[in-house]
């Protein structure tokens, strides 16, 4: 090392020289994480508060496997139902229309299927066929499920082209089956969804209030083949269920609930036991709960030609 250096001195050691901007550079960051450390306290010491005002039976409920007084729900119902002329069946499905809203509420939303048959007729959907959406939707990828054993569990998902899925669509047998089932098909395509005009009832969409990444679409496609079906469940949210049948057919097994029940969040059907008189015995298990359900079974069919 050169003895004009100006990093060294005359014994080779190097210089230490006092650098403001090291000392600034140390006080910035110390500071800092003095700040972000009160504030990491702060914020703790609101949470515990905040726990410690909430009722510890409040608390513990938001942990509660779900659960509903069917008893309650359906005993409202028939309090109801004295306000309306209608002859409301409480064994079989009504099929209705002119059904106001206020009676819509009443009776049957959230508390018992109803067919109403003077809506989906007036839809531009109506004249929706394969031949519209292989004319302009053919080359469209679409998600498709397609079982070889007759069972959904079992079920493959792919990707095709909608003309390919339609050329087989109308082919199904009890064992081999398959149905396109895409929920984004009409969300992406607002020249089809606006031939589906939303029925009044659904005005009171509260699904509105959640926050957009977790709001469900309202509107799915689902055209299935012959013999397809789905398995017994409960909708996500446990939301009330509307379908509209543009062509064909579809069967509903209707399971009307006669008693009490507490679903786990994974809940699984478990064992089925016919019973004289009052059609099933359905046990479920789930996480920390379980309940037996009394079930009657009405079969609903609804055909378009």
């Keep these: 090392?050169?003895?004009?250096?100006?990093?060294?001195?005359?014994?080779?050691?190097?210089?230490?020289?006092?650098?403001?901007?090291?000392?600034?550079?140390?006080?910035?960051?110390?500071?800092?994480?003095?700040?972000?450390?009160?504030a990491f306290i702060i914020f703790m010491a609101h949470i515990l508060m905040v726990a410690a005002l909430i009722p510890k039976r409040t608390y513990s409920s938001y942990f509660m496997p779900y659960k509903m007084n069917f008893d309650a729900l359906l005993a409202n119902r028939r309090v109801n139902m004295k306000k309306y002329e209608y002859e409301?069946?409480?064994?079989?499905?009504?099929?209705?229309?002119?059904?106001?809203?206020?009676?819509?509420?009443?009776?049957?939303?959230?508390?018992?299927?109803?067919?109403?048959?003077?809506?989906?007729?007036n839809w531009p959907a109506m004249n929706w066929n394969k031949g519209f959406f292989i004319k302009y939707y053919g080359k469209t990828l679409v998600t498709t499920r397609t079982t070889l054993t007759g069972k959904l569990?079992?079920?493959?998902?792919?990707?095709?082209?909608?003309?390919?899925?339609?050329?087989?669509?109308?082919?199904?047998?009890?064992?081999?089956?398959?149905?396109?089932?895409?929920?984004?098909?009409?969300?992406?395509?607002?020249?089809?969804?606006?031939d589906i005009i939303s029925p009044v009832y659904l005005k009171d969409d509260l699904f509105m209030l959640f926050p957009e990444v977790l709001r469900p679409y309202n509107a799915m496609l689902l055209w299935g083949s012959p013999y397809s079906r789905s398995t017994l469940h409960m909708d996500?949210?446990?939301?009330?269920?509307?379908?509209?049948?543009?062509?064909?057919?579809?069967?509903?097994?209707?399971?009307?609930?006669?008693?009490?029940?507490?679903?786990?969040?994974?809940?699984?059907?478990?064992?089925?036991?016919?019973v004289p008189g009052v059609g099933a015995i359905i046990t479920y298990l789930g996480a920390g709960a379980g309940g037996a359900l009394a079930l009657e079974v009405n079969e609903i069919k609804l055909e378009v030609g």
């Design 153 to 194: 569990k079992d079920a493959s998902g792919t990707a095709i082209e909608l003309e390919n899925y339609l050329a087989h669509s109308h082919e199904g047998t009890d064992e081999s089956w398959s149905y396109f089932e895409d929920e984004l098909f009409l969300y992406m395509r607002p020249d089809l969804l606006k």
């Design 88 to 121: 409301h069946s409480t064994k079989g499905i009504d099929r209705r229309f002119g059904l106001t809203v206020d009676e819509y509420y009443d009776v049957y939303d959230g508390k018992w299927p109803v067919i109403i048959t003077d809506l989906v007729p």
């Design 236 to 274: 996500p949210y446990n939301w009330t269920g509307t379908n509209a049948v543009l062509k064909g057919q579809k069967n509903w097994k209707d399971f009307v609930l006669l008693g009490i029940a507490t679903l786990g969040t994974k809940a699984r059907l478990t064992r089925t036991q016919l």
């Design 1 to 38: 090392m050169s003895e004009d250096d100006p990093k060294s001195s005359k014994d080779g050691k190097p210089n230490r020289t006092f650098n403001p901007k090291c000392l600034f550079l140390m006080i910035t960051i110390t500071t800092i994480v003095v700040i972000m450390t009160m």
